[in-house]
């Protein structure tokens, strides 16, 4: 059975459309591009989403429907992203039971301590061997 992703992104939806390419590659996944704005979504469904959904209702929604939840740690803070991760967004997210994998960014003023300094790439390489180790 394919394991249900959703893959949550804001702005430009640069960063959720290259984690959808990434999962894509794979058939094992159903990938749900979950968007705090069209355009982030319309990027990630570019990406390889096999669906997708936009705004702070079909977030909340969506998030109670699937196995993982993939995005920047940004996801969970409220008021990040420029003010796109309302506080109802954050709270569906860490509320959900779905695991959650959260790319480290050290944006949005949350910096973690003791986490490595790795690109972008290195940590998506990473992704299906972390899926496989949560399933």
Known sequence: ???????????????????????????????????????ATA???????HDGATGENAISVMVKTVDFIIGPISIL???????????????????SRAEKILLPLQRCSLNVVGVENMTIKDMLSRLDAMI???S
């Open 1 to 39: 059975m394919k394991k249900r992703i959703a893959v949550v992104d804001g702005k430009g939806g640069g960063l959720g459309r290259t984690i959808c390419e990434t999962l894509s590659k794979s058939d094992a996944y159903e990938i749900i591009a979950l968007g705090t704005n069209a355009a």
């Open 43 to 49: 990027n990630m469904l570019k990406g390889g989403a």
């Open 77 to 95: 803070a409220k008021d990040s992203m420029m003010g796109e991760v309302s506080a109802t967004i954050s709270s569906a997210i860490s509320g």
């Open 132 to 134: 496989a180790a949560l």
